[in-house]
């Protein structure tokens, strides 16, 4: 059993993406045990230098580290930080202090990390699940969770319900809806800077854009990718929705006409949404829940729509 003292009890290592998970299990958490979450430490990270600021943090002031982990953790520069700070804590005391919850399917986690580590499966155990396997690490290192009293119960129920209106006012809203046409404009727009990159950097990936009002196609390795933004109010997102579809051949686009219809290979769909943290995001559909920035979720189109095309050219 860990005696040292702590500042947190656990602090959270995650990508943007997971951001909303991540909050997710610090709610769950935070009313028994210290936590870290980036979003909600800013005040006290202001004004300070920030790689010093985390470093000690992962380094020497939780005493556990949950890592929400993913292709690109460590790769940006905040997770480089905290890689860095878990890593050299670990050359001097084992990785006893770290918890991984891998979120790639099939579930990986780093090479460096020891084949005796055990991490935590999301599908298997679900939100509450982890929370549970987290607070109860913490208790093996020395950590005290404490019951939960009625008031604090109450002002996590308060903070929940009144985060509950704010999110449902700006989805049944003309400004909500106003926003989510937006945000489908800053992706159209992304989509084709990022297409244009490949054009510089991979001469022989050409890939073409196609756009129509609430619609962008990608075209050039076979099967056809369609973007399509739905919504049916002028004040409300109620059943409003993104699909991505992957075809065989062009997607339905106007002006095109097809002497066979098109077969829908695979589809994905996300809805425009509201983070505790006022981050307008794009939640993928299905378990786990995944959050996107509207620049993150077209790198991420295009990148899936490659590896997709290329596994369905390999296996014709």
């Given at each position: 059993?860990?005696?040292?003292?702590?500042?947190?009890?656990?602090?959270?290592?995650?990508?943007?993406?997971?951001?909303?998970?991540?909050?997710?299990?610090?709610?769950?958490?935070?009313?028994?045990?210290?936590?870290?979450?980036?979003?909600?430490?800013?005040?006290?990270?202001?004004?300070?230098?920030?790689?010093?600021?985390?470093?000690?943090?992962?380094?020497?002031?939780?005493?556990?580290?949950?890592?929400?982990?993913?292709?690109?953790?460590?790769?940006?520069?905040?997770?480089?930080?905290?890689?860095?700070?878990?890593?050299?804590?670990?050359?001097?005391?084992?990785?006893?202090?770290?918890?991984?919850?891998?979120?790639?399917?099939?579930?990986?986690?780093?090479?460096?990390?020891?084949?005796?580590?055990?991490?935590?499966?999301?599908?298997?155990?679900?939100?509450?699940?982890?929370?549970?396997?987290?607070?109860?690490?913490?208790?093996?290192?020395?950590?005290?969770?404490?019951?939960?009293?009625?008031?604090?119960?109450?002002?996590?129920?308060?903070?929940?319900?009144?985060?509950?209106?704010?999110?449902?006012?700006?989805?049944?809203?003309?400004?909500?809806?106003?926003?989510?046409?937006?945000?489908?404009?800053?992706?159209?727009?992304?989509?084709?800077?990022?297409?244009?990159?490949?054009?510089?950097?991979?001469?022989?990936?050409?890939?073409?854009?196609?756009?129509?009002?609430?619609?962008?196609?990608?075209?050039?390795?076979?099967?056809?990718?369609?973007?399509?933004?739905?919504?049916?109010?002028?004040?409300?997102?109620?059943?409003?929705?993104?699909?991505?579809?992957?075809?065989?051949?062009?997607?339905?686009?106007?002006?095109?006409?097809?002497?066979?219809?098109?077969?829908?290979?695979?589809?994905?769909?996300?809805?425009?949404?509201?983070?505790?943290?006022?981050?307008?995001?794009?939640v993928q559909s299905g378990t786990?829940?995944?959050?996107?920035?509207?620049?993150e979720l077209a790198s991420s189109?295009?990148?899936?729509?490659?590896?997709?095309?290329?596994?369905?050219?390999?296996?014709?």
């Amino acid at each position: 059993m860990d005696t040292q003292q702590y500042k947190y009890d656990v602090a959270f290592s995650f990508l943007a993406q997971d951001e909303a998970l991540a909050m997710e299990l610090n709610d769950l958490l935070q009313d028994r045990v210290r936590t870290f979450l980036y979003s909600k430490k800013q005040g006290e990270i202001a004004g300070t230098d920030g790689e010093e600021s985390f470093n000690a943090v992962f380094a020497e002031q939780a005493r556990l580290v949950v890592i929400l982990y993913r292709s690109g953790w460590g790769q940006t520069p905040w997770t480089r930080i905290e890689e860095t700070a878990i890593r050299n804590r670990a050359f001097e005391h084992g990785y006893g202090f770290v918890k991984f919850i891998p979120l790639d399917e099939p579930p990986t986690v780093p090479r460096w990390l020891p084949c005796t580590q055990l991490w935590v499966g999301l599908k298997r155990w679900g939100a509450a699940g982890a929370a549970s396997v987290i607070e109860a690490r913490v208790q093996e290192l020395g950590g005290e969770p404490h019951q939960e009293t009625v008031e604090e119960r109450a002002a996590r129920l308060e903070r929940s319900r009144r985060f509950s209106e704010k999110r449902s006012h700006f989805l049944n809203s003309e400004a909500g809806v106003r926003a989510a046409k937006e945000q489908f404009e800053v992706l159209r727009t992304e989509i084709e800077r990022l297409i244009a990159s490949v054009k510089g950097s991979a001469s022989s990936i050409s890939l073409h854009l196609k756009t129509a009002e609430h619609q962008i196609v990608i075209l050039g390795l076979g099967p056809g990718l369609s973007i399509h933004w739905q919504y049916h109010c002028a004040n409300s997102l109620d059943d409003a929705r993104l699909d991505i579809v992957l075809w065989d051949g062009h997607p339905p686009f106007p002006g095109i006409r097809h002497f066979e219809k098109p077969t829908k290979l695979r589809t994905e769909s996300f809805t425009f949404d509201l983070l505790p943290t006022e981050q307008r995001c794009w939640v993928q559909s299905g378990t786990p829940s995944r959050a996107y920035g509207t620049r993150e979720l077209a790198s991420s189109i295009l990148k899936d729509y490659m590896d997709q095309a290329h596994a369905l050219n390999a296996n014709r």
